[in-house]
Each structure stands twice: as C-alpha cells, then as structure tokens.
C-alpha cells in the first residue's frame, strides 16, 4: 500500500510539475539559424485595417532597427506594407501546431504574399510563433489573439511581437526571464514583460556578440 502511495505522489508531482513548467514553456521557434539574412527583408504586416497592434508592430520593428544602428551594421528590417488581406482561421492554427511536429507547409496564399518576413496579427488563438521557409524564402511570424492573457497586460503584446522578429532575425533564446529572448528550454514568460511603461526588454551580451556576427559592420546584402 505504501509502494502504491509513494508511487502515486511522485506521479502526480511529476505531473504538475510539466503542467506548470509548460504552461508559459513553449512559443515558437524555427529561426533562420546564425547565419543571418543576406538581404533586407521587405516586411508584410497583416491585419485588419483598425487593429490596435498595429503600432506595436510598428514599434517592435523600430526597436530592432535601432538596434542594428547601435551595433553598427547597415542590415535593417526593410519597407513595411499593411495588408487587411484575410487568412484563414485553421491555417495559423494548424502552422501554429505543425511547429511542433516540424511540418514545415506554407500554404499557398501566404507563399503568393510579396513580402519576404510576413508578419500576421491574428485573431485567432494558438501559440504565438515564427517560421522559416528557406527554400520559399519566407519567414512567417504569427501572433495569436490579443484578447487572451498576457496578451491583455500593459506592454506585453510590442514585446511578444519583438520577441518572434527577433528569431525571424536568427536569434534562438536564453534562459534569463530578465531578457527579450527568453524562452525554451527555460519558460517562456511573456506575462513578465508587463510594464505600465512601453519599452522593450534587453538582449543578452550574447546576443548583440551574435548579431554582430550574422550582420558585421561591413554587412551588404548578397
Ligand atoms: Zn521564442
């Protein structure tokens, strides 16, 4: 009897302690790798016409151009273009999950899309991420519904969409819950980027040595 205890209590520890660890664990990522872009990428920002990210995204971007300037290389994000363009409910959630089974599809409609970094604000719910198409030479970011937690929270939701362009860039993540780039295998936290002032969260040392590497100084598109 007391085997069976014993038993049970490290199962169901066991058990809550995945539940708890994958609740904020997971987001997204395929980046492009550490070899960076060898073009500016023209951005496609989808999304109703009145969505109120639309700013966020705007800022997300700034935020990583600003960034490139300060490390001295001449990449940027390139011309962004809206698009009210509508894509279909099941497909950002199905490429949401074929994430995580590695099913790389690109449907057909999003591939016709003129930009090389397509960015979509969805309304739909699923787990916000960011995909690399290399032989499509595409790059698709989904944002999941804002209306959901912590995408409800004050400066979450510039952070999150920060955070996806920052593996469309090449980065991957760190394990510091203080950092842009935190995620797997430590917890992705987007509710700690909660702030009643808008700003984005640092890279790591790391990361700027990285960004460096994939876009030096004497950076040109290929
Ligand atoms: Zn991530």
Redesign the pocket.
């Given at each position: 009897m007391n085997r069976i205890k014993i038993f049970l209590l490290v199962f169901i520890s066991l058990l809550l302690t995945c539940t708890l660890q994958n609740k904020y664990a997971m987001?997204?990522?395929l980046a492009l790798g550490q070899s960076g872009w060898s073009k500016v990428p023209s951005v496609v920002l989808v999304s109703p016409e009145n969505d109120s990210r639309i700013q966020a995204a705007y800022e997300a971007i700034n935020f990583w151009n600003q960034t490139f300037a300060q490390i001295g290389t001449s990449f940027r994000l390139g011309s962004v273009t809206h698009t009210a363009e509508k894509i279909p409910a099941n497909q950002m959630v199905s490429l949401s999950r074929g994430i995580f089974v590695n099913q790389r599809n690109l449907p057909e409609n999003i591939q016709k899309m003129p930009g090389d970094l397509i960015l979509v604000l969805s309304d739909e719910t699923f787990i916000s991420f960011e995909y690399g198409f290399p032989s499509k030479g595409k790059v698709l970011v989904g944002i999941k519904n804002q209306k959901i937690f912590p995408l409800t929270l004050p400066n979450v939701t510039r952070n999150v969409i920060a955070?996806?362009l920052g593996?469309a860039i090449g980065l991957g993540?760190n394990s510091d819950p203080t950092k842009l780039?935190c995620?797997r295998p430590a917890s992705?936290r987007p509710n700690l980027f909660e702030s009643e002032q808008a700003r984005f969260f640092p890279l790591s040392e790391e990361e700027i040595i990285t960004l460096k590497k994939m876009h030096p100084p004497n950076w040109k598109p290929i």
């Open positions: 987001d997204d990522v955070h996806e593996h993540h780039m995620g992705y």
